[in-house]
């Protein structure tokens, strides 16, 4: 019997202000996020993850993952890994949060969100500002496996719920909010909003 798969957007920030955002934004547009994927480093393992996301009543299903600055492959770049390679995952895109980690490869962009919640050409930084020297690079620590793994539809922006305060639950998370309806447009993905069922699973 053919299993549908789930639709999934990974996120690499797992900050406590992200997780809100994530959860708002995924409510939003008729998503779900898997708030126990929150946390620095990442909490659950990508199997842990896998069944999470499958419990999840509605896609898409916004997933978050963070490496709290480990050098090299840490938790959160492990667990993309398993999603993305699972049989039961399609995923739809990626949002690629720019931080100040240094000794990154970084991931390739063609485009992000700035702070003015205009889709822009090339990365930007954790600020949210275009940048040119940063060569279509958006540099976080949990970033630099998406172009191995070649996840579509990758979009950079700064960091999620921050950008002083432009993307701040308070202003309505516009810039976060951008770069999910950019995916969902790329992906074919419809705007699902308006369902009455919460839209994280577990706990705050």
Not at 79 to 86: D, F, G
Not at 119 to 141: C, F, H, S, T
């Amino acid at each position: 019997m053919n299993r549908q798969r789930r639709r999934v957007i990974l996120v690499t920030d797992g900050d406590y202000v992200a997780q809100k955002v994530i959860e708002r934004v995924a409510g939003e547009v008729g998503g779900r996020c898997i708030s126990l994927s929150a946390g620095n480093p990442t909490p659950l393992r990508g199997s842990q993850m896998v069944e999470l996301i499958k419990m999840a009543p509605y896609d898409p299903v916004m997933v978050m993952f963070d490496d709290n600055g480990d050098f090299g492959r840490g938790r959160g770049e492990q667990a993309i890994e398993y999603v993305v390679k699972h049989p039961d995952i399609e995923v739809i895109g990626a949002i690629a949060v720019a931080s100040n980690t240094r000794s990154v490869r970084g991931a390739t962009v063609s485009y992000s969100v700035d702070n003015r919640g205009r889709v822009v050409e090339g990365a930007v930084d954790k600020d949210g500002y275009a940048d040119p020297q940063l060569q279509n690079r958006i540099y976080g620590d949990t970033v630099d496996i998406l172009n191995t793994l070649h996840v579509p539809n990758v979009i950079g922006i700064g960091d999620i719920g921050k950008m002083d305060g432009r993307d701040s639950l308070d202003n309505g998370c516009p810039i976060t909010r951008k770069a999910v309806q950019w995916i969902l447009e790329r992906s074919g993905e419809h705007d699902t909003r308006n369902r009455e069922a919460p839209s994280h699973l577990g706990p705050h």
